[in-house]
């Protein structure tokens, strides 16, 4: 049996439809109502859950202009760590406001906690699971912590080596995780389709033995959707109301209906890869009368001897398999045939 965790009742495997998380990251430009506003339409949109990132700048990183601290390139470039922060994260008091309307609308909701005052406030919420973002699989006192709540955890893996997810899987497991899944993420924002190799998700999944998703940073569905067929059964894409709503996410991340369309997509996906084989399908059964068969072309009598000139194979299907023409050509007829009368055995001496 594949691997398998649930998450607040829902199974999340191979064997179950893709487990869709719409992450809101700092995509609320600083606005409760917006955040709300973003629940009810990943709701909406048909995704399982909400994430949020629950840190403070002080939590996260040390409030300093040193080059370190300073972000050189990309889409942040010139801007502190401690600044970026600052506006990005989510107001700790706004978590319990976002966790009473997720459940109201009936989506769960959990977050990827930055250190153990993050793990603390979450379990105060109930969250049903974790997230440990790529930057922190490093983390592990923090991965042990976070396990030892005895909640399902999922965590990305960009960046880190062979080795280091191991060592990450290892804290989970020490820390007390029993449910435990791995993202495959590449993390670049946004980050190019040919970076993130998706063969390796199948890798993944054989090498660590846990269920195996893909956090995407390309800016459209088709790698999230392609990975399904590696095996993907967690997807997590950044969301938004607005692409052009100028947050630090805004850019790389899905509007409702790109979510609702990456939902739909990755299902369609899942049921067609069912099981091997070879068998006729359902929606076959109808069309084999239009296989090709073997057919008189031409009136014959009773003990004509039947030659290349008086069979064809066409369609439709009812008389004797194409295969079978060899067999046919050269027998006597057993009685008076029409033109355009199926071959039956039947028919032939």
């Given amino acids: 049996m594949a691997a398998e965790i649930c998450i607040a009742g829902r199974k999340i495997g191979r064997d179950h439809p893709p487990y869709i998380i719409a992450e809101l990251s700092a995509n609320h430009n600083g606005k409760l109502e917006s955040a709300l506003t973003m629940i009810s339409e990943a709701a909406k949109a048909g995704a399982d859950a909400v994430k949020l990132q629950t840190y403070r700048p002080d939590t996260i990183t040390l409030d300093s202009n040193a080059p370190e601290f300073v972000i050189s390139g990309g889409l942040w470039d010139g801007r502190s760590l401690y600044e ?70 999922i965590i990305s893996t960009g960046m880190a080596d062979q080795e280091e997810i191991q060592e990450a899987v290892d804290a989970a497991k020490q820390g007390g995780c029993t449910q435990l899944a791995i993202l495959h993420c590449v993390s670049g924002y946004p980050a190019p389709p040919e970076d993130y190799k998706l063969r390796t998700i199948a890798d993944m999944m054989e090498r660590f033995g846990l269920v195996t998703g893909l956090s995407d940073h390309t800016l459209d569905n088709a790698a999230a959707v392609a990975s399904v067929a590696f095996g993907a059964a967690i997807i997590e894409k950044h969301f938004t109301l607005d692409r052009s709503g100028g947050g630090p996410d805004d850019s790389f991340s899905l509007e409702p209906q790109d979510l609702q369309a990456l939902c739909k997509d990755t299902l369609t996906a899942w049921k067609a890869l069912g099981e091997v084989d070879y068998g006729r399908k359902s929606s076959e059964q109808g069309n084999v009368q239009f296989r090709r068969s073997l057919y008189f072309v031409r009136d014959i009598r009773a003990g004509d001897t039947i030659d290349a000139s008086c069979v064809r194979s066409v369609r439709p299907g009812f008389g004797l398999a194409p295969k079978h023409l060899d067999e046919v050509i050269g027998r006597k007829a057993s009685r008076d045939i029409a033109g355009n009368t199926p071959v039956k055995w039947e028919l032939l001496e």
């Fill in 84 to 153: 970026l922060y600052e506006e990005a994260h989510m107001p700790w008091e706004w978590h319990q406001p976002l966790f009473e309307h997720a459940r109201e609308a009936g989506i769960q909701i959990f977050s990827s906690a930055f250190d153990t005052t993050a793990v603390d406030l979450l379990e105060d919420l109930n969250a049903p699971a974790y997230k440990i973002a790529s930057f922190e699989a490093v983390d592990l006192p923090l991965i042990r912590y976070t396990a030892s709540t005895g909640k399902p955890m």
